[in-house]
């Protein structure tokens, strides 16, 4: 009887543990499928901007009462303190993206978390100014190789632009979350749980996010690049006039964030006498119309692609006119419009051109994202280098009330710049310079050459649009093209 029970349950745990490993290779399966993977890049992505945004911004509350125990001319430091992360950035991300058209995206991406999770371990045990200038600044590294390939990851794995539009959308709802949840954050746990603690959470979430990219995308694994294409080089991108209008769209559409962030405490303080918990949660409510931003500039950007540029113009019209009516706001309540006014507006923006610039490159240069997505970042270090050095000089000298007119009024005289951008849909895409040297007499050099040339003969057949921007190649041609840039980029 007790031989025959062994038996039985054996038989049944053997069962069990087979009908577990079918699962579970079942769920590997369906992990390698094409689309299961974009999810989860996109969720690794989210997560590691999430990051960058939160640890920007949570020490928001904390280092102003941290430093006034340890130096003196707090103002002028705390303004060099923020602006050496986006200076950093400014500087290195020429660089970076060079290094990401060359390498890809899983690698620099890895560099960027795991610097970052190097400074928020340095910021988490920080005793004095210096190294916690250091952290700062190693974390504007980590952003230049996390945000910039994080972003061009985006667009180079979602190539259909409806899809493209509305997954850089969900990444920018990160980014908008993880700057305004911040300051509430690290407030919130700096009071009760003290000043490591907000710091060694981002650190392990950064470390989760991190293994995650290493167990699911394995950047080291074998890697093909014979026929990887050759990206753009980032200056013959910047002379662009249409990369340089969105470009310059990214920076000024900024500049009121940026130049709030350093200076709107103060202002609420002498101004409307405001408590320590408004000026911490000020901005938080913004971030339900930026999300609503995002969404919309989504569903109209699907039905209505060829108007990405209004969407954009639209966006700064409203951060403007919004800039402008701070200054009379007078309580509380009433400030929380205009803030939410110039969050939405910089979600038309931001949902409207970041896909715009995936799509110039694709029909003038090459489908390599790097470098133009660096740029985008050095559009947004600019507004964010300047605005905790220079804002608080305009308010000094001119007052707080001139320097909302002047972002605001520099909001509503660049939205008619990007008229320029209205004909971009119509564009017709160019080809890779390893594409140009293929001839129709040329031997093609493995499948990937091949498959170039089978879409090229086909693309010589006509055009037509699909959502009347994007040229329409055969379905057959197009998987194929899909396969082998999925095999020489992965």
């Known amino acids: ?194 000043k490591r603690v907000p710091f060694i959470v981002l650190a392990v979430v950064c470390l989760i996010d991190g293994i995650l990219l290493l167990t699911v995308i394995k950047p080291f694994s074998n890697r093909t690049r014979d026929n990887m294409p050759v990206g753009t080089p980032i200056y013959k991108l910047m002379v662009d006039p249409y990369i340089a209008v969105v470009a310059g769209a990214l920076t000024v559409c900024n500049i009121p964030l940026a130049f709030l962030e350093p200076t709107i405490a103060n202002w609420m303080e002498s101004t409307m006498h405001s408590t320590k918990w408004e000026m911490g949660l000020c901005w938080l409510p913004a971030f339900f119309p930026h999300v609503l931003g995002v969404y919309m500039t989504v569903k109209l950007a699907a039905k209505y692609p060829n108007l990405q540029w209004f969407y954009g113009a639209l966006g700064m019209v409203i951060i403007g006119a919004s800039s402008c009516t701070i200054p009379a706001c007078k309580t509380f309540g009433q400030l929380i419009a205009p803030l939410c006014g110039i969050c939405f507006g910089i979600a038309l923006v931001d949902t409207a051109l970041l896909p715009t610039l995936a799509f110039l490159v694709d029909v003038r240069h090459v489908s390599v994202y790097g470098s133009v997505y660096a740029l985008a970042d050095i559009s947004y270090s600019v507004a964010y280098a300047m605005g905790p050095i220079v804002a608080g000089n305009i308010v000094h000298n001119y007052g707080f009330v001139q320097l909302n007119l002047g972002m605001g009024l520099v909001n509503v005289l660049y939205a008619p710049a990007l008229l320029f951008l209205r004909n971009v849909c119509q564009m017709k895409p160019s080809y890779s310079e390893r594409d140009n040297l293929l001839v129709d007499d040329d031997e093609p050099e493995g499948p990937c050459d091949t498959m170039k040339m089978e879409e090229r003969r086909g693309k010589k057949k006509g055009y037509s649009s699909a959502g009347d921007c994007l040229p329409n190649v055969p379905e057959s041609i197009t998987e194929s093209s899909r396969i082998c840039t999925h095999s020489v980029r992965i």
């Open 1 to 194: 009887m007790d031989t025959g029970g062994s038996s039985g349950l054996a038989k049944s745990a053997a069962v069990k543990l087979s009908e577990m490993g079918e699962k579970t290779k079942q769920f590997g399966n369906k992990m390698k499928a094409p689309d299961h993977q974009r999810r989860i890049i996109l969720v690794i992505v989210c997560v590691a901007l999430l990051l960058d945004n939160m640890l920007y911004m949570v020490i928001v509350p904390i280092i102003p009462d941290y430093l006034a125990d340890l130096e003196d001319n707090l103002d002028v430091q705390i303004g060099v303190l923020f602006a050496s992360k986006a200076i950093l950035q400014l500087l290195v991300n020429p660089l970076s993206g060079t290094f990401i058209d060359r390498v890809g995206y899983d690698i620099p991406l890895l560099i960027g978390l795991t610097v970052m999770f190097f400074s928020t371990c340095i910021f988490a045990f920080a005793e004095n100014y210096a190294t916690l200038f250091f952290a700062r600044s190693l974390q504007g590294l980590g952003s230049a190789f996390a945000d910039t390939s994080g972003i061009a990851m985006i667009a180079d794995k979602y190539t259909e632009e409806s899809e493209r539009t509305k997954a850089l959308g969900i990444a920018l709802a990160f980014i908008s979350f993880g700057s305004l949840v911040a300051p509430p954050f690290g407030g919130i746990l700096y009071e009760f749980a003290g």
